[in-house]
C-alpha cells in the first residue's frame, strides 16, 4: 500500500496570526513539504493545478521536476491534472519528460476541474467538461502507446503523423488515476482503460466514495481487467494530529472555521462526523483511516491533505512528523496483513516495465 | 387502493405557524379528494433544516437530516408547497431549500403552491414567484394556488372562501397523482450511456 500526501496548493491567510504567506516563500515551503514527505517515509507526494488565485500550482510537472531533483524514492503525482482545459499534446510531452527525468517515479491524476471561468480562458466550455474529458484522454492514451499517431476529435485540431517526445521511459507510459467525487462517467473511463481510480473522499459522506468505487469495481470487472477487487483505487483523506486529541481540535479549529472551501458553514464537529475528516490523536487517525477499508474494500492508495487552509509550513512538517512516526507504520502493517494476496499494488514504472517484459518473453 | 407518496413542505417559522396550519390543510384534503389512493404524507418543516440548508450552500453535500428531506421530495409523487410571503416573495429559506435540490427530481412532479401573509395584497406572488419557479423545475404546478391572509384565518370566513379554495387545489393535484404512474428515483450513480458510445 502507498501513502501519501496530496496538496491543492491554496495561498491562504493564517487566520491565527492574520499572516499570508508570499507566493515565492509558499513554493519554497511546498518543496520542503515534499522533500520531508520522503525523509518520514512516505511514498507519495501529488500536487494539484490551477490556474486562478489564490493557487500557485499552475506549472506542476515544473514543481516536481524540481522536487524529483532533490528527491530518491518519493513518487510523484497529480492531483489533479486538468485532462480538459489542458493540450493531452502537451500533458503527453509534459509528464514523459518527468518521467525520464525522475527516473520513472511519476505517474498522474486525471480530473476535469470545476472552476467555471478557467474554461474560457483555455478555449474551453464547462458543460463540455465529460465529453473534453473522454476525447482528451483517448489522445493522451494513444500518444503514450503509438509512436507515429494519426488522429481527429471534436475540440483539437487533427493531428498527421505526429510523435509525442520524448517517448514514454522504457516506453511504459506513465499510470494513471482519474479522479472523480460524483460523476459515474469518470468512475466508467477509468474501468474501461484499467486504470485507477481515485476518490477524493474528504469533501462528501462516505457513502458517495463508496458507490463511485463500488461502481469503478463493477465496471473494471465488466471490461475484463480481473476480478472487481483487483481493481486499483486510491482514497484521499484529511487529517490534523496532535498528541493530545483536544490540543489537535483546539488548535485546528480557527482553520477549519475559516478554511476556504466549508468555512463559516458547518462545525468541524459536525464535518468529521459527515466526512473523513480527522481532527485528534495519531491512534484516531489509525482507527478512523482502517476504516476506509470496510466500505471501498483493500485499496492501494491513501493521500492525505495537511497543508492547506493556512497551516504554518512549521506545523505541517510537524504533522507529517506524526504521520511518519506513529501514523503510516501502523497503517502499513495493518493493510498489509488484511490483503489477500490476489490483490495488486499500485503499479509503479519498475512493476509496469516487469510486466512488459514478461508479455514480451 | 394505490400507494403513493405526499410531501409536504412547510417554510412557516413561528410555532405555531399559519403556514404550516395551511400545508396541513391541504394535506387533509388531497387525502379527502383521492379516495382510491392512499396516501403516506411526510411533512418536511424546513425551519428544522436552516442551518443544513446553510452548510449544503456552503459545502456542496447535505447533512443526513436534509439528505433524507431531499430524497423524501424526489420521491414524492405529488409535492404541497408552502411558504410565508416576504418581502414580496417566497422566503429565503423555502428558496434556498429548492436551490440545493437536483435540478432534475421535479420533472413532471404534480405540485400544489400555497402561501400565507398578513395581507391579501401579497396573494400574487404565488403566481409571480412560485410558479414560474416551479416551471422553470419543469414540475406540473395545478391551476388552483392557494393563497391565506390573516382575513382568511377570521372567525367570520372559517366555512368560507378558503376552504373553497383549499377543495378545489386540493382535487386537481389528487386528479394529477390518480393518471400517474409510481414516480420512479433516477439513481445519480447510474450510467445511462454505453461507454463506447462516448469515446
Known sequence: MQFGIFSVSDITTDPTTGQTPTEAERIKNI????????????????????????????????????????????????????ITTNDPVKIAEDFAMLQHLSGGRVDLMMGRGNTGPVYPWFGKDIRAGIPLAIENYALLHKLWREHVVDWQGKF?????????????????????WHGSIRSPEIAEQAAF???GFFANHIFWPKEH????????????????HGDPDQAIVGLGGQVFMRRNSQDAVNEFRPYFDNAPVYGHGPSLEEFTSQTPLTV?????????????????????????????????????????????????????????????????DAPTHASLLAARQEANA | MKQRNLVVVSAGL???????????????????????????????????????????????????????????????????????????SYSGLFKSFFDVLDKDVLDGKPVLIAATAGTARHSLALEHALRPMFAYLHAVVVPTSVFAASDDWGADSADGLLQSRITRAAGELAAEVERREPVTVADPFALTVDFKDLL
Request: avoid cysteine; proline fraction near 7%.
Open chain 1, 31 to 82: 518543496v520542503t513539504i515534499a522533500k520531508h514527505a520522503e525523509e518520514v517515509g512516505l511514498d507519495v507526494f501529488a500536487l494539484g493545478e490551477h490556474h486562478n488565485e489564490p493557487f500557485f500550482s499552475s506549472s506542476p510537472t515544473t514543481t516536481l521536476a524540481y522536487i524529483a531533483a532533490q528527491t530518491d524514492k518519493l513518487l510523484l503525482s497529480t492531483a489533479t491534472t486538468l
Open chain 1, 156 to 176: 483539437r485540431t487533427p493531428l498527421q503523423s505526429f510523435t509525442s517526445t520524448p517517448r514514454p521511459l522504457d516506453d511504459v507510459p506513465p499510470f494513471v
Open chain 1, 193 to 195: 482503460y484499467g486504470d
Open chain 1, 209 to 224: 466514495t463508496q458507490r463511485m468505487v463500488g461502481l469503478y469495481r463493477e465496471r473494471f470487472a465488466h471490461y475484463g
Open chain 1, 280 to 344: 485528534g490523536s495519531p491512534q484516531q487517525v489509525i482507527d478512523r483511516t482502517l476504516g476506509f477499508r470496510d466500505y471501498v474494500g483493500d485499496y492501494q492508495r491513501q493521500l492525505f491533505l495537511l497543508d492547506h487552509a493556512g497551516l504554518p509550513v512549521k506545523t505541517v512538517l510537524e504533522q507529517l512528523d506524526l504521520l511518519g512516526e506513529e501514523v503510516i507504520p501502523v497503517l502499513r502493517k495493518e493493510f498489509d496483513s488484511m490483503k489477500p494476496a490476489h490483490v495488486p
Open chain 2, 14 to 88: 413561528s410555532q405555531p405557524s399559519s403556514t404550516r396550519l395551511l400545508a396541513d390543510r391541504l394535506a387533509a384534503a388531497t387525502i379527502e379528494a383521492g379516495p382510491g389512493i392512499e396516501f403516506t404524507v411526510t411533512v418536511i418543516e424546513l425551519r428544522d433544516l436552516a442551518h443544513d440548508i446553510a452548510n449544503h450552500l456552503l459545502t456542496g453535500f447535505p447533512p443526513a437530516a436534509l439528505k433524507d428531506a431531499l430524497d423524501a421530495v424526489a420521491g414524492a409523487d405529488a409535492l404541497i408547497a408552502v411558504t410565508p410571503i416576504f418581502t414580496a
